[in-house]
């Protein structure tokens, strides 16, 4: 695949060069290659955060939306599923926003999981202006993302468990199969 190239968000083009890389910069294999990965995804949400800012956005608004796809992309891609982050599967914002998110959160809230989609879909938007996924591949992200009927039945069904409800609960919302690189 060609290099792609993000460029530095405007007005802020001397204290922010244009990084090049490949997508396949961002598969890895052993901790050495997840901790380079990371770094990658540091600079790229940093240029998100930037880019939110340049739109509009206070930087408050834009740091609560890079927090939110941080959170995504750092923990839920790299750290549990080990996955490129440029290379999204369908479904994988439905099982981190309907299992993973309710899971792994001590007491899951449905405004936080809302802030969190928002600055998810803000963040794919952000790569598919950069032309780092495809229109298809945003399309279901945002797709997903619009479930929030399904995300809060999710959440107050996991709050409600009793007994061994957990895995015919878990079963609902699997986790998606990789693709091979």
């Given at each position: 695949m060609p290099s792609t190239r993000v460029l530095p968000v405007k007005g802020r083009s001397m204290s922010q060069p244009t990084i090049e890389f490949e997508h396949d910069d961002f598969d890895f294999e052993?901790?050495?290659?997840?901790?380079?990965?990371?770094?990658?995804c540091r600079q790229l949400l940093e240029r998100f955060y930037h880019y939110l800012q340049a739109e509009g956005l206070?930087?408050?608004?834009?740091?609560?939306?890079?927090?939110?796809?941080?959170?995504?992309?750092?923990?839920?891609?790299?750290?549990f599923l080990q996955q490129n982050i440029l290379r999204p599967l369908p479904?994988?914002?439905?099982?981190?926003?309907?299992s993973w998110y309710v899971t792994r959160t001590l007491e899951p809230e449905m405004a936080v999981l809302e802030r969190h989609l928002e600055g998810i879909v803000a963040w794919y938007r952000f790569l598919r202006g950069q032309h780092l996924v495809t229109a298809e591949e945003l399309a279901d992200v945002?797709?997903?993302?619009?479930?929030?009927?399904?995300y809060r039945d999710r959440m107050e069904r996991f709050l409600a468990l009793a007994g061994d409800g957990y895995e015919a609960w878990d079963r609902e919302c699997p986790q998606p199969e990789r693709k091979s690189s």
């Amino acid at each position: 695949m060609p290099s792609t190239r993000v460029l530095p968000v405007k007005g802020r083009s001397m204290s922010q060069p244009t990084i090049e890389f490949e997508h396949d910069d961002f598969d890895f294999e052993s901790l050495e290659d997840e901790l380079r990965v990371d770094g990658l995804c540091r600079q790229l949400l940093e240029r998100f955060y930037h880019y939110l800012q340049a739109e509009g956005l206070t930087p408050e608004k834009a740091s609560s939306l890079a927090y939110s796809a941080d959170y995504f992309v750092r923990d839920y891609l790299l750290d549990f599923l080990q996955q490129n982050i440029l290379r999204p599967l369908p479904g994988h914002v439905r099982h981190f926003a309907g299992s993973w998110y309710v899971t792994r959160t001590l007491e899951p809230e449905m405004a936080v999981l809302e802030r969190h989609l928002e600055g998810i879909v803000a963040w794919y938007r952000f790569l598919r202006g950069q032309h780092l996924v495809t229109a298809e591949e945003l399309a279901d992200v945002e797709q997903d993302a619009g479930q929030l009927a399904y995300y809060r039945d999710r959440m107050e069904r996991f709050l409600a468990l009793a007994g061994d409800g957990y895995e015919a609960w878990d079963r609902e919302c699997p986790q998606p199969e990789r693709k091979s690189s």
